[in-house]
């Protein structure tokens, strides 16, 4: 059975929510759970303390007999002083796609192809 600490949603639409669960991987997002040791209200200030409260004890515990945190809760933990978390970088992301390069190209052509038909008129008038 492996374990990961991760997000469970609570709250009402478009206002998050969220409890900090130790839960077996096949369990469901929002469905059952071993521990609740924390929560998580992305609503409120970055500076708010309210904002994460974790039951630190426990995530130690948790940690140190193998769950695997998610991104997120490793990033919340890693903010609580819990784990290190490495910076993931990947260049590549921010790079333009195929689609876009293709559209830049063909205004680009268009562009030159009006200010060449501007140019031969100027000439002649």
Known sequence: MS???RLSRGGAKKRPYYYVVVANTAS????????QVGTFNPMLKK???ARVKLELERCKYWLSVGAQP???VARLLDAA???KRTASNNPEKAKPKKKRLEREAAQAE???KAAEAAAAAEPAA
């Open 3 to 5: 374990v990961k600490i």
């Open 28 to 35: 469901p997002r929002d469905g059952r759970y071993i521990e």
């Open 47 to 49: 500076d708010d303390e």
């Open 70 to 72: 998610t991104d997120r």
């Open 81 to 83: 002083g819990l784990m």
């Open 110 to 112: 268009k562009a030159a």
